[in-house]
């Protein structure tokens, strides 16, 4: 007979799926993108990457130092900490979905780019990294170490730092069009900021 699962194991697998699946249509999306006119540095990119790869080793090896819990383990927070994967990973499958053909893993204005604002991108301008990062921190409090949350802490540093060169980009593609949306859509948190 299998032993039952616990509470927190099944909330990490289903954090783990979820997880897997925003892989998977980011690999599948990969092959439909138009071709781009403009792309940000290879300098930028390279640090940005250098930051993820920094967050992975992180979360990946068990420095002993950064093992220790943030959060008490109780199942309110894990249950908490579950939903939060799952809306925040959600949101951002919905947003690459709706962004189409105008996504690219880097900053760049595609051939024939079209501002996109409906969908989730009504609600916020980087609805893509607002969903990472619900399922980011979701993902660090079901696992509860100080690991998870500082690798968290480093995707979302990644992420001001690609929203900097997006929102140039963006205002100079598309001039007064985008300085409204700026003006009626919150970067990253609904109404906020």
Known sequence: MMPMLTLVEYSQHIVGFCWVT???VWAVGAFRTKRSSRRQSLQSILVQRAVV??????AVLPFEALNWPFL???PAVTLAATAATVL???FAIWARVYLGSNW???VTVKAEHTLVRGGPYAWVRHPI??????GLLGTAAVH?????LLAAALIAVMFLL???????FMAEEFGEQYATYRHEVKALIPFVW
Do not use: C, D, Q
């Open 104 to 106: 690219s893993m880097n």
């Open 144 to 148: 509860k170490e100080v690991r998870y």
């Open 129 to 134: 990294y607002t969903g990472m990062i619900l």
């Open 53 to 58: 790869v920094l967050a992975v080793i992180i």
């Open 72 to 74: 008490p383990s109780s």
């Open 162 to 168: 690609k929203i900097a060169i997006e929102e140039r």
């Open 88 to 90: 925040g990973v959600g």
């Open 22 to 24: 925003f892989l998977v």
